[in-house]
């Protein structure tokens, strides 16, 4: 007897329209200009975040699934999908000044940057391990693209390195999700969750193993060390926009499977936590360790989201309620100032290599608001109120910290004095007097990189004094406790 | 009202890049006066009642504040010598718009600290005040200021995460409902825990205080800032941790501040007379000033880690007028440097050209090494005659310092303001202007206090019984 699917359009909605955006770009390079592409993307987008907010389900309601629960629109995924929206935005944005510049302003940019785009929202709509897999290739290999697109030895270095790691973090990826499925019998998120409860002695160890290699592969995608180490290549290699969205939408999602999967599905599953915890500790050490010895400001920020991705995976250690109510925020936050930080970079930069520490000195008499921005950006970074920067690591501590990990608490309180060291002299340096020729691109002030800027720059603020038009949204009790689906 | 107190001056610090260059002196002017004014309006008022509305509703976190007692004294002083540092910064510093826009910034962020009543708007506070003093730092500093800018910073910062995490342990710990303080302190934490989490604010308190060993960014901070004095005045009032572990350290952890008395009145101690003994070597005025602000803070801490009633009282006293009279000392050095373009405490001769500046900056010494009449010998004496009851040895070692010092301000003042004039040196002008005003009012401000210690103490005394009830007082 066949069976007909369970297809349901309304669910998938989001994903659909963002991908409408892929094809036509795909389709429509023929005959209209970039630029025409990437404003048809940008309304794409926004018609995107339009139909996830008429989704969001209120007390009481289900939320909406397809295909027997393999893809689910619940309101943890219109919370991480709309942070991807408002990061592939902002990279829009900042596109729309820098690809010429940065001889990636071909049709193909936009349509990989929406298919990546797509892939990263059925991450974080997937109910199962299978569509997370399909999201996150779909997503990766469009990366991949994106990193290689601009014709430069270092863009190809930076894409070929980006490739290699990241399909070897695919294979153990897919390991991972064997094994899983051969412990617990099932690749549906909540299938799993319940399984875990009631396994004998000998699945137990399939599913540990099987965890443990999730980790791995999700590591390489979030950049945990000691999975790390093609982050600051390929950051720096690649275009800055193409930076700017690898840092933040590419690791929102990795981050939203990552919760999906471990505070989800295998929230009540063994041994994972206790790795987590010891990668999360090397990955708080060697991320700010090493940003503080670097002398290029792009490749120190690339350093910086290393490190971010620390603090950001202490939300996993908490319980799913507590931890992902903080991640839903952090990764908001996060977004914004790393975006912001990077349009900077990518506007006011001689070439794509970024600029160093000291072409920094003096900024704020030569660009004040672009350096005023920017300093709001490092201070929020650093994790310095009234900024929103500040809240975020509050609830990623407050997190890790009732689950009982206060070693590791410490250890990240610790690590943020070596962060500041950092930000700070950027910062610092960027109020000093300077009397010699200014060192950046003259013309890079340009309207949509600027008000990508002020975007950052208003969110942090704002959601820093009044965390709660945000929080209170990720905190509605039940978001994060039903991540695995019912 | 109180609202009003803690975000004019932020208004006025955002205002003043709105409003054309010319009047920038007379606006900044303008709402520190009108911040001082209304600070004096809540002290006739009897001071202000606690005002506290959900700020984070899901963390539990509120914004509550109140002035009353201690922490509308401090607040008082606050406003009083961030007008006095507007005024002195208007004629001083050339184009001093940003500049008063962050002594204004700042002040918003000491005012706050003083007003919290919930801790993590305390942080919030804590850290908003180190904004504007790092940029401070960052725009008007000397040649070495990125040095001291991340020791300062990184001190600071290493201080406040924990105490942060701290923090986040009082509430989780103790089961509290919200971060008020009014909260915390019905859901008490115990045992081991305690002593702990007292550990780690104690972290953030002793790099502000500072005690001993966490000091090491303060003479470089000072040294290291603007020649006028006017950061450093700023600098001045950010030494809240006093105030911080009184207000939250004591009500907080009462055990295991008892517990811990005996070590943290020896570092204390300690730290007054360490500090004192290297000022008598400092052979430049900030480096000997930021030394001695050093040493006077060790006496703070040991009033307040003694928990005795005298003695506390002493260390607010005391924590309240170190301000007035040591911001003062940094100005009146800032004009010496204008005179005579140096820092030195080797130039001799100072006074027979520029009397009343001699005059006035000796009074304030006078002041600062605890000379009766003067509001710094009420504080001291205060925090010895209680401590002494406590800890009589370690006591008297930090007596000590008192006499140590006498002997490192009148070397210094001697060797730069009598002795001989060098042969063909610069013709110094005397106080003049405005400088009467900035120099002047400081040093009534301690005359005042220090014969007629009353309004203070009616606020100050009720504020440490209050507090010190919670542990069963001595």
Redesign the interface.
Known sequence: MLQVPDVALAPMLPILIVLAGAIASTVLGFNLPRRALTIINLVMLMLSGVSMVTLWSGPGEVPLTAFGGSLQADNAALLLGLTILVGSVMTLLVSLDTAYRARVSFPEFDAMLMYAVTGTLIIAFSGDLITMLIGLEIMSLASYVLATLQDSRRAEESGLKYFLLGTVGSAILIYGIALVYGGAGSLNYAAIAAQTATLTPGNVGILIGGAVLLLAGFGFKVALAPFHQWTPDVYTGAPTSVSLFLSTVVKVAAFAGMLRVFSGALAAAPGWASTLQILIAATLIIGNAAALFQPNFKRMLAYSAVAHTGFLAMALLGTAEVGG?ALGYYLLIYTLMTAAALAVVAALQRTEEGMTINDLRGLYYRHPAYAAALAVCL?SL?????FAG??GK??V??AA??NGY?WL??LA??A??AA??YY??PA??M???DRTPAREYPHGERTPTTLTVALGVVGVTVLGIL??LW??WV?VPGVWGALAGR | MIHLMIFLPLLGSLLLFAVPPRWREEVAGFFAALTLGIGLLIWRGGGSELFSVP?????GITYSVALDGVSLTLALVTAFMSFVAVLYAARRVSNPGTMLSLVLAMETGLIGIFAARDL?LF??FF??A??PA??M???YGKPG??RA??KF??YT??GS??M??SI??VK?YGGSPTFALADLVQNPVTGTAQTWLYLGFLAAMAVKLPLWPMHAWLPDFHEQNHDSGVPDVMGTLYKVGGYGIFRFGLTLFPDASEALRPILMGLAAFTALYAAWIAFRQTDWKRLLAYAGLSHMGFVGLGVFSLNETATIGAMYLLAFQNVYTGALFLSVGMLQERIGSLSTRVGGVMTQAGALGGMTMALWFASIAVPGLAGFIGEFSVLLGAFQVQPWITAVATLSAIAAAAYALTAFQTTFWQGRPLGSVRVWDVRGTEWLVLGLPLAVAVFFGVYSAPALNLIQPAVRGVLATLGGQ
């Open positions: 109510a201070a650093a994790g310095l109120p009234p500040f809240f509050y609830l501590f407050q910290f009732q206060v608490s410490v309180a610790l943020s004095v500041l060291v700070l002299r610092m340096l109020f000093m007097p965390p709660n929080y209170g905190a | 700020w984070v509703p899901a963390l993590v942080y919030v850290e908003d180190l904004l790092l940029l730092l960052a725009i200021r990125m800018l991340v910073a990184a910062l290493f995460l924990l942060l995490l986040i342990g989780y």
